[in-house]
Every structure is written in C-alpha cells, then in structure tokens.
C-alpha cells in the first residue's frame, strides 16, 4: 500500500488549497498624487500595470493648457479632434498630412521632411569623405584644408603629440594649430577687453588637473592666470598648480632650462641689453633709497680721495637723521623725488676742515647750493637760526 506524502505546511499551518493571487485595482497618478482606478488610466503596455502614469483627468486638462497646434477640429465632427497638419523641421512651416510621406514610426504615420524637403536633400551630392594618400614612414599629412603645406608629407616632428591618436600625433600640424590660436587669440581680444568681466566677481572655475592642489574644487577665477587664446580667457589650472608644475620641470631639466634662457637672449640682446641697465638702476636706486647713510659715506669717502680734502667720517656720524633742513625749515627728501630742492644732502659747516667728525650735518640741496653761492647768505633767509658759515 502506498504510503501517503507528508502534509505541506505553509506558515506553520497546513496547507488545504493554493493562495489567491492579488489583483491590483488602483493605481497613483503620478501628477495628482491620488490614488485611482486602473480604469482611470489609458492603456500603454510598457507602464506599470499596463496602464499610463497620468490618469485620463490630468492628461486632458493638460492638453487643454497646453493644446498642440498640429490638432485642428475637423468641420464634420466639431467635437473630434483631428490631425490634419504638421511641421517639417528642416523649413519650420506647417503643412498638410498629404504632403508628407507614409512611415509607421513617423509622428501622425507621416515622415519627418516634407516631400520637398526630401527630394531636395536627395538631389544634393553627397559628402565625400577626404582621402589622405599614404605617407611614408616618419611621415604624416595634415587633415586641414587650408593646410599651408597643399596636403604635403611633413615630418612628425611638425605635428604635436597626442595620446589620443593611433600614431601618437595630433592630425593638424603646428603651423595650422597656431594659425587658428593666433586666430582665436585675436577674437578674444576684442571679446575679453574688459578685464572686469573677465574676472568677474562671484564667478568660480574648476582646475582641469585630477591631482590639484585644491582637490578639484571650485575656485574664484582671480585664482587662475589670464590666457587669451583659451576659449574662456582663463588657463585652465590654477595659479597653484601651474606654479607647482613649472618648478618641478625647471628641476627636472635644468639643462634645457639653460639652453632656454641662452637662445632667448641671444635672440633678444638689445632687449636684454636695455631690461639689465633699467633693473640695475632700479635695484641702485632702492638701495640708496633704504641705506642712504651707507651710499653717501661711500661717496663722499671716493669724492674726497679724488679731491684730497680729510675725511675720517663713519655712519653713525649722520645719525640720527633730521626730518626737516635746519636753514630753510623744509622736509627732507631721502627718497628721491621729482623736486632736487629737497633732496638731503650732507654739509661742511666748516669747508676747510673737511669732512671729519663734528663738521658735518645734513641739510636740503637747496641749502647746500645756496652756501657755495658766495652772493648769497643763509643767514639773512633765517636769521633766527644764527648759522655760523
């Protein structure tokens, strides 16, 4: 006799019959938030439940507020709509169905072009495709029309390199590379004249490094260097990184470094000839500027070798420095400024002792002048001040 299964248990209970599938009757419109029957919605095999997101009350008065033009109410059924226009994308006006072709996928059953439209893009020649002829090894051809080279084999050397192509090199030479920089350098100059909208405030760019410094985060753009030729005015990495970049290039090859520097100003002597005695005035005329008891010790040291008189004055013999001259009340210039008169300068009380210890003082050029003039007397200009000559 055969021996009977074990009973199947289904949550801990036996089970008698099989479960009733759930059949879902409602539905959310995804519009109006609401929950409705699946009646509510139109057909449309690919949405959930086989039905459309919106129900049929939200799409009508959609349509309502927003009616499509290619709809025109036929004269027959007013209460109809029927389509009965559409507009070719290629010339932008409406048309009657008729005057499209029949394409199932088309919108309305009807192509996209009209058939005008179509024929004539139909009897337009097509685009040929630019054959490049083959370029012997080391070789390459620019792809650019306007190539300065007529389609010419060039030396690879002539085109950039690039990761991204086969060959390793860029298909534009660098003759029509820097043609069309130069090009677009010029535009910008006209369109990035206005450095205040260039670096306008609040405005923030991204480094296009992946290690930056910043950790690809969005900096102001008064962060980044100008570049005209770019397409927005700015180099693309920031101030740090390119700093960074260019001293670790400058370590890494000190030689063509060098060499860089070398060609430059042999190509550039005068300039060079003319930076070298602007920036040594420069940095002579900050020195005097902040040693000013230094410079003139020294020059009065080689003025009085020159001359012979007696000189055994140290720096400390002009300090302190007086800010106002002791004949004419003036201040003092120790800077060099537009107006000699009012230059410091250093003074003998007594000219025949020299300059030694407790005969100098510092006076205006203006003064000084004015002593060695012998028609002229300090003393009648400040009475007050009984200056001895």
């Not at 002579?284 to 020294?298: A, G, Q, V, Y």
């Amino acid at each position: 006799m055969p021996t009977p299964s074990a009973p199947v248990y289904l949550n801990n209970e036996p089970f008698t019959e099989e479960p009733k599938a759930k059949i879902c009757t409602y539905k959310e419109c995804t519009l109006a938030g609401i929950p409705r029957p699946l009646d509510n919605f139109h057909h449309k095999k690919r949405g959930l439940y086989g039905r459309s997101q919106w129900c049929k009350t939200c799409v009508s008065a959609y349509r309502k507020l927003h009616p499509d033009p290619a709809y025109i109410p036929d004269e027959n059924t007013p209460t109809s709509k029927v389509c009965t226009r559409k507009t070719c994308p290629f010339n932008g006006e409406p048309q009657p169905l008729d005057n499209f072709y029949s394409a199932k996928s088309g919108k309305y059953g009807r192509s996209s072009w009209c058939k005008t439209c179509a024929l004539l893009h139909l009897k337009r020649p097509p685009r040929q495709p630019r054959v490049l002829r083959p370029a012997p090894e080391g070789f390459k051809i620019c792809c650019t029309k306007m190539c300065p080279h007529k389609g010419e084999a060039q030396p690879v050397d002539n085109f950039c390199k690039s990761h991204r192509q086969s060959d390793g090199h860029h298909h534009t030479c660098k003759d029509c590379v820097k043609e069309a920089t130069l090009n677009r350098k010029q535009r910008n100059l006209v369109k990035f004249s206005d450095r205040s909208i260039l670096f306008a405030e609040g405005k923030t760019k991204i480094c296009s490094r992946s290690n930056c410094i910043h950790g690809g985060k969005e900096q102001p753009v008064t962060d980044y260097y100008q570049h005209i030729p770019s397409y927005d005015g700015l180099s693309p990495e920031c101030k740090d990184c390119a700093n960074e970049q260019n001293s670790r290039w400058c370590r890494e090859n000190p030689e063509k470094v060098k060499q860089g520097r070398k060609k430059y100003k042999e190509n550039n002597a005068d300039k060079m000839k003319d930076y070298q005695h602007n920036y040594h005035l420069q940095v002579k005329r900050k020195f005097r500027i902040e040693h000013w008891p230094e410079t003139k010790i020294s020059q009065i040291r080689k003025r009085s070798e020159r001359k012979g008189i007696p000189f055994n004055l140290e720096v400390i013999d002009l300090l302190p420095l007086p800010d106002y001259c002791s004949v004419f009340g003036v201040r003092l210039d120790y800077f060099g400024g537009s107006d000699r008169r009012l230059w410091a300068s250093v003074d003998r009380v007594k000219p025949y002792l020299g300059y030694v210890k407790g005969n100098v003082r510092v006076i205006s050029l203006a003064a000084n002048m004015a002593k060695m003039d012998s028609e002229l007397d300090v003393t009648v200009l400040r009475p007050e001040l009984s200056v001895s000559l």
